[in-house]
């Protein structure tokens, strides 16, 4: 008679279990979509840097898939394909880039190590350093064709945040040592290039934020062994 209770505190166990996927409503009870909620960023227009190359990403392993269609969806998923984060973009993707701005070809799933940067915490970023990117390994950039923010998502924590943009269109992003540069080209009798500055000291809070545990990573319990050890 001991099997039945046992088999009936495994059956409550899995349904209390953290669900694997982390699915974010599509419309929360505000009425606004989740972009909609970001807060602005401090952009600040100016000059352009000087023109830099912007280097194509090679293919890299990992346990971590991470699947963007063209209608807008993205999909995260682990090792044991498990579904770790399943949402919707503002949009249909336009660019994406990884890291510290490596263009990504993303007709496919692309592969992200286990931990990043961000995962050591803040104490953990070089703040203080000349070049602020080498944080930023791990992460990835989609641009979408409504162009109103940016979607910055960390695969390790299958978390995301947005970056509203300034306003235009066309947008070209740049990853420099101490600031995400945005551009875009005005056409006219005389076309020109408007540029906005965000340095990446501003985007603390979000960077902290992208890399806090979520707990549908964490292994889950079983009816013998309820609280794992790791």
């Keep these: ?129 000349a070049d602020f990117r080498p944080s930023l390994t791990g992460l990835l950039w989609i641009l979408c064709d409504d162009e109103k923010v940016l979607t910055v998502v960390h695969p390790v924590t299958a978390r995301l945040c947005y970056l509203p943009l300034p306003g235009g269109s066309h947008f070209q992003l740049y990853f420099f040592p101490d600031r995400l540069e945005v551009r875009q080209q005005v056409t006219g009798a005389r076309p020109t290039e408007e540029c906005w500055s965000l340095p990446w000291l501003s985007l603390l809070p979000q960077l902290v934020q992208l890399g806090l545990e979520n707990p549908a990573n964490r292994p889950s319990g079983t009816a013998l062994l309820p609280f794992p050890k790791s």
């Design 1 to 129: 008679m001991r099997l039945v209770p046992l088999l009936l505190s495994a059956a409550l166990v899995g349904l209390a279990r953290p669900g694997a996927a982390q699915v974010r409503p599509a419309r929360p009870a505000t009425g606004k979509l989740p972009w909609d909620l970001a807060p602005s960023v401090p952009w600040t227009a100016g000059d352009c840097g000087a023109p830099q190359a912007m280097p194509v990403a090679t293919p890299e392993a990992g346990p971590l898939r991470v699947r963007v269609t063209l209608d807008g969806a993205l999909r995260i998923t682990n090792g044991r394909g498990l579904i770790l984060l399943r949402t919707g973009l503002p949009g249909r993707p336009l660019r994406l880039w990884r890291s510290a701005g490596r263009i990504l070809d993303w007709r496919g799933p692309v592969r992200f190590p286990m931990e990043s940067p961000l995962t050591r915490g803040i104490g953990g970023l070089p703040v203080g350093a």
